[in-house]
């Protein structure tokens, strides 16, 4: 046999072992780490189909690296300080208390009373609020975004950090290593080159050193002298600004808040820093003592691919079975999974008044098509299905008998719920839920019907329900 045979026959042989030892280990370890069965199911499928291609795909997404070191993490840190707060624990009356007994026992992390919220809608409100914050800061800033744009407006927060770092703040800024840019990130350069550390979550220009591209940190926190917190659903960039009339506007709500529930927020911050980059904050700079600034009670939930692990979703889910009365969400994208899905028609069922504003077109077409396959179910169920008109609208609230609110950085889908890195602040506050709620259902609108579900041509429904089985990947 010549040289070149040999090779074939080496070759064919190598293919045959690959051929079942792929599919056979990552079999194995599919079914000793995924609880999912349908994405378990899916991948085992995938790999003994495809196995080279289906392996290296598992291998760069269907893996949870991140949950081993951020569970050591969370072991690790411990706050200094949190002894001061415990004077300002809230314990709910009613019947929210249910609630708040369950999420304090699943974050870990109580009920803080003496806090106060200011509703900030778009970036013509919160913009120039932000800034000042900034522009007034004495002695740290830290702020993480996942997206943070090199245009007029993020220009504009970064002279604002240069201006304050000359003053002498210490500052830290987190940005998403894919929503604010993979190949470039301007805004990262401009504040390194002016000696404020900045770093992009999970990110590296080499794809063997980047297993983590769905896993994303969608969070948006600023604060100010460990005092003054800033969180919600706005990113930095000149689009959601209104009054610039841009191609594609963003409207969003954002939300500033004082008292002791912004420990608990600069805590949230701390340990993404950590985790990034290794470095511990601590000290007067980032967690001063805090007093009460209001009445409002209020907690901070996390949510990621983690130890906080569907917590928020948790949280949401136990709210939608105590509603009594009614239940209103407003979200950009809607595709939930079937356990939400489930929670919230048997709600309707049950007589809650179930409304979900949702926009008519979004910045994701795809999400849109997979949306608009799964509102039957909602619909049959009694639910109230609102299409908003433009502009697209990115915020996401959700309120509960005009009693308790839950706002923040989660979307109604299984990407935002289960492999995102969350943030979402829960109020206890009728003032402010009620006000959440005129602001919903002030939004221009039109409710979805039967009808419209079915007069859609065939090609369009077939489309539509062919993307909602990619709605794990959306």
């Not at 003053?167 to 301007?186: A, E, K, P, Q, T």
């Not at 929670?343 to 949702?358: F, S, W």
């Not at 939004?443 to 009808?451: D, F, G, K, V």
Request: glycine content about 8%.
């Amino acid at each position: 046999m010549n040289h070149g045979g040999v090779l074939l026959e080496w070759w064919r042989c190598f293919y045959a072992v690959l051929r079942w030892a792929l599919p056979l280990g990552v079999t194995v370890h599919a079914l000793r780490r995924k609880q999912d069965t349908a994405a378990c199911t899916g991948w085992i499928g995938v790999c003994w189909i495809a196995p080279v291609i289906g392996t290296i795909l598992y291998m760069m997404f269907g893996i949870n690296r991140v949950q081993r070191r951020a569970r050591r993490l969370v072991d690790e840190h411990a706050w200094a300080g949190r002894e001061t707060l415990a004077q300002y624990r809230h314990v709910a009356q009613g019947n929210m208390a249910h609630l708040a007994r369950m999420l304090g026992r699943l974050t870990e992390r109580p009920l803080m009373r003496g806090n106060v919220l200011r509703v900030l809608h778009d970036g013509d409100q919160a913009y120039p609020v932000m800034l000042e914050a900034i522009n007034n800061a004495q002695s740290s800033v830290v702020l993480c975004s996942y997206i943070f744009r090199d245009d007029r407006i993020g220009r504009d927060f970064v002279c604002a950090l240069i201006a304050a770092k000359a003053r002498g703040v210490v500052i830290r800024v987190l940005v998403d290593g894919i929503g604010s840019g993979y190949f470039h990130c301007g805004v990262a350069r401009a504040l390194r080159r002016a000696g404020i550390p900045c770093r992009r979550f999970m990110h590296s220009v080499w794809p063997w050193r980047m297993p983590f591209i769905n896993l994303r940190n969608h969070r948006k926190i600023l604060i100010i002298d460990g005092r003054y917190g800033f969180m919600g659903g706005l990113n930095i960039g000149a689009e959601n600004v209104l009054n610039f009339k841009a191609k594609l506007p963003v409207a969003d709500t954002h939300f500033a808040v004082q008292g002791p529930v912004v420990r608990q927020l600069a805590e949230a911050f701390a340990r993404d820093w950590s985790f990034t980059t290794g470095e511990e904050l601590h000290g007067e700079a980032y967690f001063p003592l805090l007093t009460p600034q209001g009445d409002m009670p209020m907690r901070v939930v996390t949510s990621g691919p983690d130890a906080d692990l569907e917590k928020i979703e948790y949280g949401m889910l136990q709210a939608i079975t105590l509603a009594r009365r009614s239940v209103r969400l407003m979200t950009p994208y809607f595709v939930p999974d079937d356990r939400f899905s489930t929670v919230l028609t048997l709600a309707a069922l049950r007589g809650v008044q179930v409304d979900v504003v949702v926009p008519r077109s979004s910045n994701h077409a795809l999400i849109d098509y997979a949306r608009d396959a799964s509102v039957r179910p909602f619909l049959d169920a009694g639910c109230r299905i609102w299409m908003a008109a433009p502009p697209f609208n990115h915020s996401k609230l959700m309120v509960v008998d005009e009693e308790w609110s839950f706002v923040g950085s989660t979307n109604l889908d299984v990407r935002s719920l289960r492999l995102n890195f969350e943030i979402n602040l829960e109020v206890y506050d009728e003032g402010v839920a009620q006000g959440l709620a005129q602001f919903i259902d002030s939004r221009p609108r039109q409710r979805l019907t039967h009808h419209d579900v079915d007069r859609r041509p065939l090609w369009m429904q077939l489309r539509n329900s062919a993307l909602r089985l990619l709605m794990p990947y959306l």
